[in-house]
């Protein structure tokens, strides 16, 4: 069975990415992190997964971990502490040296995980989104190698409504506080273990099937558009309790502030429809936001 090289394995996107690889079962997963001993890493071995060590600084170490692989699914983390906020533009140094492994190494596919660029898409009003214009700048980086390649790109991981405290507990029930958004402003939503892993996967397939379909292309894993106080009530229906959404004046992060004034102001993946259409047609099922709701909020906080 081919392999397929899952870099980010022990974090919410390439996690979503490996449970689907599992399901579908066409390739094997191989599981690449910065560390064995770390409690993610020892919980995929012992699940019998390979699971092997990559540094995104060193080169050589990826071209290891890579090699004997037909696939991989690659993406980079800006906000590890080794990149934000010391050092913001390094992880595009990261994402080159994770195309430069891949192509001296021969992989036939590299799935990437991107984002638009928020400066041209701002026409030049937003430039210090680095989270968002580095991702776009690896994917310059990526079309230019030769390397046959796609992109899926994420929205607001509905994830982080309990990954990162977006829904908070209060005196009669909850409260979304987000930082700069307007109760009229619409927000893109990726639910990422369900959507976002199926995504990954159809896409790969399709390159097997009919590489021409998907090489260079991009697809936005839009699962929902919706304003906050839209998201609030949907989850206060299904928790049967009161939830309000807050808008705050900063996130307490200058890099965030903007990127969410950008996202606010200008949208994101503005001409695709919810659920992308482009992706039903590869076959992913997307998840309904009662679905989500049920499967993941309910759970958690009734």
Known sequence: MPIITIFGATGTQGAAVL???????????????????????????????????GNLWDKESLK????????????TNFWHPDIYPANPKSEVTQGKNLVDA????GVSFFLYSSLPNATKESNGLYTHCYHVDNKAEIEEYLKAS????????????????????????????YDIPLAIYGPED????????????QAAVKVLN??????????????????????????????????KKEVTFTTLETTGSAELDEAFTYGAKFGMYNSTPAPNP?????????????????????????
């Not at 290891?64 to 993406?75: H, L, M, P």
């Not at 390649?149 to 994830?159: D, P, Q, S």
């Not at 590489?211 to 991009?218: D, F, I, P, S, T």
């Not at 076959?283 to 906080?301: D, Y």
Request: glycine share 10%; aromatic share 12%.
């Open 19 to 53: 449970e689907h690889i599992l399901k579908d079962g066409k390739y094997t997963p191989r599981a690449v992190t910065r560390s064995l001993n770390s409690d993610k890493a020892k919980a995929l071995i012992a699940r019998g997964i390979e699971v092997v060590e």
């Open 64 to 75: 290891t971990a890579i090699k004997g692989s037909e696939a991989v699914f690659g993406n």
């Open 102 to 105: 891949a192509k001296e190494v």
């Open 146 to 173: 030769g390397i046959p390649y796609a992109t899926i790109c994420t929205g607001w991981f509905m994830e982080n409504l309990w990954n990162f405290g977006s829904l908070v507990k209060t005196s009669k029930g």
């Open 186 to 197: 619409k927000q893109i939503g990726t639910w990422i273990s369900h959507d976002f892993g």
């Open 206 to 239: 399709r390159f097997k099937e009919n590489r021409e379909e998907v090489l260079g292309k991009a697809y936005p894993v839009v699962s929902y558009r919706f304003t906050y106080p839209e998201l609030a009530k949907a989850i206060g229906k299904a928790l």
């Open 278 to 302: 482009d992706l039903v047609a590869l076959g992913v099922e997307f998840g309904t936001l009662e679905e989500f709701l049920q499967a993941e909020v309910v759970p958690r906080f009734a």
